[in-house]
C-alpha cells in the first residue's frame, strides 16, 4: 500500500529547525521518518508506541524477531530505559557516546517487547549527528531505528538510497548530508564477567574497547558463518544481508597478486565471450594494475575511507547490471573489520585466500 512521503530538508538543524519540529511532530504522533545519523540513514519511530514499531518492521519488509536500536540524545534519557549499567558500559559511554557505539543492556519495562524483537535486552545508542540529536528532542521520545533500507539491501548513507528504498512507504524522508562513517554502529553486549563483546564490528573497534576496558570478545558469527541451528546471540547475524544482485568473491591478499588473479579470470572470460558484467571492486591503488572494468571503494588500508563508500558502491552495482564481482577484501584489523564483515555477508561467506 503507498502512502504520501514528505521529503523534509535539514541540514543544519538551527537554520531549518521548522524541519525538526515537523519531523519531531510526526514522530511523536505514530509516524516513520527516515533520518541521518553519522553512520548510515535510520528508519525512526517512537520507541515506546508499539504500532509504530510494527509499522517500522512492515515499511522495511524486516523479519519481526530482528531488534531494534533504540537512539537517545541524552545520558540522562538511559536510566529509565535499562535495568543495569555495567562498570564496563560506563566506560564505553563516557569514551565513545555519542558516537558510533551500541550496547545492549537489560530491558527495562518501559521499553515494549515489540521495540526488542522479543528479547529482555535493549540495544542502546546515542548518536553524534546534530540532526538526529535535534529530530529525537523534538519528538520528545526514544526513537527506535533500524537502517532505513528495505530489508535484504544495503544500508543507506545517503538520503536519495532512502529515496529509493522507502518511497511511498514512509511518513517522511530528511534530506540531509551524506553519512561520513558509512558503515553502522559497533553493537556489543557485556558477557557475565563483564566482558564486552562485539556483536557487530564497526568504527568503534575492539582495539580501542580493549583499550578502555582492559578486556574485549569478538563473537564467532562476526568472521564466521553460524551453523544453521546455532542461537545467534544478534538476531541481525542470521540474515543475509547486503546482497547484491551479483555474485561477489572476497580475495585476500597483496594488490599484485589480487591483480594477477582477477586479470587471469577476465582474460578466460574473454576468450569465451562471456565478459559482460564482470567488474574488479579494488582499491584506488589497485586500478592501473587491472584489465577488466574496475570500481574503487577507497584507499588501500584507509578503512575509513572504505566504510565510507562500501554501501554506495554496492548499489552502483547493481546499478551497473553487474553478474560477477572479485572484490579486493581489506585487512580485518581496526575499521577494516567492519568493512570485511559487511563484505563477507555481501558476498555470502566465498572466499579465496591468494
Ligand atoms: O548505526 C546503526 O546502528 C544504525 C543507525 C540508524 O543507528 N542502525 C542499525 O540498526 O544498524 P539495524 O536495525 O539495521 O541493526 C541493529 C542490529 C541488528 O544486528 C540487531 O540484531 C542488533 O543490532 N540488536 C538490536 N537489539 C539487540 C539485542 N537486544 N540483542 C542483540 N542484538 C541486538
Ligand atoms: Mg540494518
Same mark, same amino acid.
Do not use: T
Given at each position: 500500500m503507498m502512502m504520501k512521503t514528505e521529503l523534509i530538508r535539514i541540514y543544519d538543524p538551527a537554520e531549518d529547525a521548522e524541519g525538526v519540529l515537523r519531523a519531531g511532530d510526526i514522530l511523536a504522533h505514530g509516524g516513520l521518518v527516515a533520518i541521518p545519523t553519522e553512520t548510515v540513514y535510520g528508519l525512526a519511530a517512537n520507541a515506546y508506541d508499539e504500532a509504530a514499531v510494527k509499522a517500522v518492521y512492515a515499511a522495511k519488509g524486516r523479519p519481526s524477531d530482528n531488534p531494534m536500536i533504540v537512539h537517545i540524545a541524552e545520558l540522562s534519557a538511559l536510566p529509565e530505559l535499562v535495568t543495569a549499567i555495567p562498570e564496563n558500559a560506563k566506560i564505553l559511554a563516557e569514551a565513545?557516546? %555519542?558516537? %558510533?557505539l551500541t550496547m545492549v543492556l537489560p530491558r527495562s519495562s518501559k521499553i515494549p517487547l515489540t521495540t526488542t524483537g522479543g528479547l529482555e535486552t535493549v540495544a542502546i545508542r546515542m548518536p553524534s549527528h546534530p540532526v538526529a540529536c535535534a529530530v529525537i528532542r523534538a519528538a520528545g521520545v526514544p526513537l527506535a531505528a533500524p537502517s532505513a533500507n528495505r530489508s535484504g539491501s544495503p544500508s543507506p548513507t545517503t538520503f536519495r538510497h532512502c529515496v529509493d528504498d522507502l518511497w511511498g512507504l514512509v511518513d517522511a524522508i530528511v534530506e540531509s548530508d551524506d553519512c561520513t562513517v558509512g558503515v553502522e554502529s559497533t553493537v556489543l553486549c557485556f558477557l557475565p564477567d563483564g566482558t564486552p563483546q562485539v556483536l557487530r564490528p564497526g568504527a568503534v573497534t575492539p582495539e580501542e574497547i580493549q583499550r578502555r576496558c582492559g578486556c574485549v570478545s569478538v563473537a564467532e558469527a562476526v568472521l564466521h558463518m553460524l551453523p544453521q541451528d546455532a542461537a545467534a546471540p544478534s538476531p541481525g547475524m542470521k540474515y543475509k544481508h547486503y546482497a547484491p544482485a551479483a555474485t561477489l568473491t572476497l580475495l585476500c591478499g597483496s594488490r599484485e597478486d589480487y591483480a594477477a588473479r582477477v586479470n587471469e579470470y577476465y582474460e578466460a572470460l574473454q576468450r569465451a565471450g562471456e565478459e559482460d558484467g564482470f567488474y574488479a571492486m579494488c582499491f584506488d591503488e589497485d586500478v592501473s594494475l587491472l584489465e577488466a572494468p574496475t570500481i574503487s571503494y577507497g584507499v588501500a588500508y584507509d578503512y575509513p575511507s572504505q566504510a565510507q563508500n562500501l554501501f554506495d558502491v554496492l548499489r552502483q552495482l547493481d546499478k551497473l547490471q553487474a553478474t560477477e564481482v572479485y572484490v579486493h577484501a581489506p585487512e580485518p584489523e581496526e575499521m577494516g573489520l567492519a568493512v570485511y564483515n559487511r563484505l563477507l555477508r555481501a558476498a555470502a561467506f566465498r572466499v579465496v585466500h591468494l
Open positions: 565513545f557516546w %555519542p558516537g %558510533p
